[in-house]
T-cell receptor, first 114, second 112 residues
Framework: GENVEQHPSTLSVQEGDSAVIKCTYSDSASNYFPWYKQELGKGPQLIIDIRSNVGEKKDQRIAVTLNKTAKHFSLHITETQPEDSAVYFCAASKRVNRDDKIIFGKGTRLHILP | NAGVTQTPKFQVLKTGQSMTLQCAQD?????MYWYRQDPGMGLRLIYY???????DKGEVPNGYNVSRLNKREFSLRLESAAPSQTSVYFC???????????FGQGTRLTVV
C-alpha cells in the first residue's frame, strides 16, 4: 500500500524567511497530493493541492511542486508570518475502484520565530 | 452549514469498556474516513468508506469496527477499549479520495 514520508518533523524559521517541507510517496499510481494545516485543537484544513498532471501550483505565499519521476513533492511558504505556525501534513491518494484511501505523512511542526 | 460533526468531544473510558464515536456530514459526500492522531505518528487511517454500504480497513484497523449507517453517518466502535487506544480521533469526508477532505473537530479519548 501507499506510504508517505515527510521531513522534517520540526522546522523553525525566522519571520519573513521561507520554509520548505518535503514528502515522498511509494505508490506510483497516486495522483492527488494535498497539503493540510492543523492549528491547535482543530482538525486539519486543506491549504493547497496538486494533481499528477501538474508540476507546480501557487497560491499567494504558498506553492507546491511535484516530481513524479522521483515520487516526491514539496510545500514552499515564502515571507513567513506568525500565523503560519502550525502542524502541516502532506498526503497522497488515488481513486481506483473502492481503493479510496487518503494516506498522510507524519506531519511537520512549523515554528515562526519573531 | 455544519460540515463534519463528531460526538463526543472528550471521553474517558476504563479498560474493557466499549463505546461508539459518532460522525455525520452534511455535504452529501460519498467518502468518509476515520483517523487517529498520536504524537509523532501523524494521522493514521483506521477505516474508510468509499460509498454508502461499503467499508474497508485502513492502516491500523485492529480493535475497531465501523458502520456506514447511511450516506451522512459513519460511526467507529471500540468493543473493548485498551490504553493503547488513547488518542485523538478525527472523522473526515470528501466527495472522493482525490478531492478536498473536510475534518471534524476531533474526539479526545483517554483509556485508563
Amino acid at each position: 500500500g501507499e506510504n508517505v514520508e515527510q521531513h522534517p518533523s520540526t522546522l523553525s524559521v525566522q519571520e519573513g524567511d521561507s520554509a520548505v517541507i518535503k514528502c515522498t510517496y511509494s505508490d506510483s499510481a497516486s495522483n492527488y497530493f494535498p497539503w493540510y494545516k492543523q492549528e491547535l485543537g482543530k482538525g486539519p484544513q486543506l491549504i493547497i493541492d496538486i494533481r499528477s498532471n501538474v508540476g507546480e501550483k501557487k497560491d499567494q505565499r504558498i506553492a507546491v511542486t511535484l516530481n513524479k519521476t522521483a515520487k516526491h513533492f514539496s510545500l514552499h511558504i515564502t515571507e513567513t508570518q506568525p500565523e503560519d505556525s502550525a502542524v502541516y501534513f502532506c498526503a497522497a491518494s488515488k481513486r481506483v475502484n473502492r481503493d479510496d484511501k487518503i494516506i498522510f505523512g507524519k506531519g511537520t511542526r512549523l515554528h515562526i520565530l519573531p | 452549514n455544519a460540515g463534519v460533526t463528531q460526538t463526543p468531544k472528550f471521553q474517558v473510558l476504563k479498560t474493557g469498556q466499549s463505546m461508539t464515536l459518532q460522525c455525520a456530514q452534511d455535504m452529501n459526500h460519498n467518502s468518509m474516513y476515520w483517523y487517529r492522531q498520536d504524537p509523532g505518528m501523524g494521522l493514521r487511517l483506521i477505516y474508510y468508506s468509499a460509498s454508502e454500504g461499503t467499508t474497508d480497513k485502513g492502516e491500523v484497523p485492529n480493535g475497531y469496527n465501523v458502520s456506514r449507517l447511511n450516506k451522512r453517518e459513519f460511526s467507529l466502535r471500540l468493543e473493548s477499549a485498551a490504553p493503547s487506544q488513547t488518542s485523538v480521533y478525527f472523522c473526515a469526508s470528501s466527495e472522493q479520495s482525490v478531492t478536498e477532505a473536510f475534518f471534524g473537530q476531533g474526539t479526545r479519548l483517554t483509556v485508563v
